[in-house]
């Protein structure tokens, strides 16, 4: 892989920090007095605060697992959306790479599904005109003696697309460890 990808990443990633600290701070100023009418959306200039595949309501596993109230449109419900998305679409549209004319393929050594044991690492290269324009690393890392791993993603979701664009990506999750006894 090149270093003007890598590099490239890291430019977008921390602009991207930037644009959310920012998106965190307005939150609650923004979705109090720059809504729309029906609560779904942000005004202009705020939109790029929003996520491109879902709107203020948030997606169903929001709503069922993280939802405060019956009211998934309240200013608390949209600000804390926000708070966990803030700054998607500039993710998708500025700081994502765009999704059309990209090749791609699976870098020598990467495994299929990662979240499996023996758990490893998938690299999808994405290529236009034969150069390397982007990349999705999925590393995931068994805990030792606990029913968990650490899953870490960098690069550019390159297996979701929303707008013709892949999101820029950088996250460190802790998750339950499949069942692979049954």
């Not at 921390?14 to 809504?35: D, E, Y």
């Not at 499996?116 to 999925?138: D, H, M, S």
């Not at 030792?144 to 960098?154: E, K």
Request: charged share 25%.
């Amino acid at each position: 892989m090149s270093w003007g990808v890598v590099l490239k990443w890291l430019a977008s990633l921390v602009g991207h920090a930037l644009a959310k600290g920012l998106a965190m701070l307005l939150a609650p100023l923004v979705c109090a007095f720059a809504a729309t009418s029906d609560r779904r959306h942000l005004c202009e200039p705020w939109r790029w605060m929003e996520t491109l595949d879902w709107d203020m309501a948030g997606d169903p596993p929001w709503r069922e697992h993280r939802l405060v109230g019956d009211d998934p449109l309240s200013w608390w419900n949209r600000t804390r959306w926000i708070w966990r998305n803030g700054a998607q679409a500039l993710s998708y549209r500025r700081f994502g790479t765009k999704a059309i004319g990209l090749t791609y393929r699976l870098a020598p050594g990467s495994v299929d599904d990662p979240d499996r044991p023996p758990y490893g690492e998938k690299l999808t290269l994405a290529e236009r005109g034969g150069r390397i324009v982007a990349y999705y690393r999925n590393r995931c890392i068994a805990i030792p003696g606990a029913r968990r791993y650490l899953q870490i993603q960098t690069g550019w979701k390159l297996n979701y697309t929303v707008a013709g664009h892949h999101k820029l990506i950088c996250s460190v999750r802790l998750r339950t460890a499949p069942d692979t006894t049954l």
